[in-house]
């Protein structure tokens, strides 16, 4: 399994209306320290037709990662995180309190 693969494999164990860091997968995919990989990892990703629920995943301040080389794809995330039910503050983050995704 290569990287990516465990990767894209803790992601899609996300439940719906919960989100996970970054750093938080790349520790779980037994690549602590490595939050960056995981960033790299979900660029990738055919947004429509995937099956990775690759906007769960989050920084570690509760806030959607912006970049440029997103192509809009930002405000996709929100809108996706929201339709799951999760709430953004006003300040646009999200409660990782709340809603961070907690495995067994």
Do not use: C
């Not at 520790?27 to 690759?54: C, F, H, M, T």
């Not at 809009?72 to 809603?99: A, C, M, N, V, W």
């Amino acid at each position: 399994m290569s990287t990516y693969d465990k990767i894209y494999d803790i992601v899609r164990q996300i439940p719906v209306g919960k989100v996970a860091t970054y750093g938080q997968v790349a520790e779980l995919a037994n690549l602590a320290g490595k939050a960056r990989l995981v960033g790299y990892a979900l660029y990738r990703v055919e947004i429509q037709s995937s099956d990775i629920p690759w906007h769960r995943v989050i920084n570690a301040k509760g806030e959607i990662s912006h970049s440029t080389l997103r192509q809009g794809t930002d405000y996709l995330q929100k809108t996706r995180l929201e339709d799951e039910g999760i709430i953004f503050t006003s300040e646009g983050k999200i409660k990782l309190g709340q809603y961070q995704w907690k495995p067994s």
